[in-house]
């Protein structure tokens, strides 16, 4: 088997290609263009039984790594970190080269057996998409949300309440009568905050309404779990994408953020919080929790249970969020096994 490792830049990339021993056989640079797939296969052609690991398959090497995935190759990707670890340990040292870039992505797919298997884009690509778009939106309304707050406190005694909407601005602007200039100003500002408000209010209910009906086409279970809406579920599935690049549960856990770190030492077993992992998965096993933990069900039971045992509010919360951990994961594997790889 040849392995053949890429180093994406915007303008190039550069090919290496290892075989089952590491060593070198050819190096090929390719000037990234619309015919750089069309280069790059006519050069790997000679090497009927191959692979390709391409440096930030969900980054940088995006493009490159979805056409070899949607050509039929196989296609891994290798982080940027584990092939950087992978050129410190080659006999060349620290040395940084295009070429010697790639064979260290090439050396890591070789002797790592876990790395993420590059698919075709589908539904859960837009998906995540979707969920960072939402993100965006909802800071950018509390950012607007905040300068208006402002402007209302100096125009109007006490101010306007934490619950700021749309239609409470807009009620609240139309009693407002500047008396100087300034205020005048600020009013116009207002005006023109209270208009942007609207305009993103607009933008993340059409982006919930497109992310359910995009969720609807996956056929997910997700949204059966207590807690779990369209916005939540819809995050899970794009920031997670393909279940069986996770062995066992406990992967999950670990990549979600979930699992507690050892931080045992000599007699003293301690377990400590784990802030590694995916966050965004984090927050949405945390948004799942919270309603549980409020909400009549087993989640508030367990949650109960672990307050009895004397754990503290966050403590109880953070078991609950492990143990929700397997609960998605085992709806995943499921709705994964049940359907055929859904395309766009």
Not at 109 to 128: I, N, S
Not at 185 to 206: G, I, K, P, Y
Not at 274 to 285: E, F
Request: charge should be positive.
């Amino acid at each position: 088997m040849i392995t053949i490792g890429i180093d994406p830049h915007k303008a190039s990339l550069t090919a290496v290609a290892l075989d089952a021993t590491g060593r070198q056989l050819a190096v090929r640079r390719v000037a990234v263009n619309a015919g750089t797939y069309k280069t790059l296969m006519g050069w790997a052609a000679r090497w009927p039984q191959r692979r390709f690991a391409v440096e930030g398959a969900a980054g940088l090497g995006r493009g490159i790594a979805q056409l070899l995935a949607g050509g039929g190759e196989d296609v891994v990707d290798v982080p940027a970190t584990l092939a950087a670890r992978a050129r410190l340990l080659d006999t060349g040292g620290a040395r940084k080269s295009d070429p010697a870039d790639a064979a260290s992505v090439a050396h890591a797919a070789m002797r790592h057996k876990r790395l993420r298997a590059v698919v075709a884009e589908d539904h859960t690509t837009q998906l995540r998409l979707l969920a960072e778009r939402r993100d965006d939106l909802a800071g950018e309304r509390v950012r607007v949300l905040n300068r208006l707050h402002v402007l209302l406190r100096d125009l109007i005694p006490g101010g306007a309440p934490s619950d700021l909407t749309a239609d409470k601005a807009s009620a609240l602007l139309r009693g407002v009568r500047p008396l100087t200039a300034t205020d005048a100003c600020r009013r116009e500002l207002a005006r023109d905050l209270l208009a942007d408000l609207r305009r993103v209010d607009r933008q993340l209910s059409a982006n919930q309404a497109k992310t359910s009906q995009t969720l609807a086409v996956t056929r997910s279970t997700l949204t059966e779990i207590h807690g779990v809406g369209p916005v939540v579920a819809g995050k899970i599935l794009g920031h997670v994408g393909d279940i069986h690049r996770f062995p066992t549960i406990d992967h999950f856990a670990s990549y979600t953020g979930t699992s507690p770190l050892d931080a045992s030492s000599g007699d003293r077993r301690r377990h400590r919080l784990n802030t590694t992992g995916n966050r965004q998965l984090n927050t949405a096993l945390h948004t799942i929790a919270v309603c549980q933990a409020r909400d009549p069900g087993p989640g508030r039971v367990y949650y109960l249970r672990k307050i009895g045992e004397g754990k503290t509010p966050a403590e109880a919360r953070r078991a609950l969020k492990r143990r929700l951990a397997n609960v998605v994961y085992r709806h995943l594997a499921k709705d994964q096994q049940r359907r055929p790889t859904v395309s766009p």
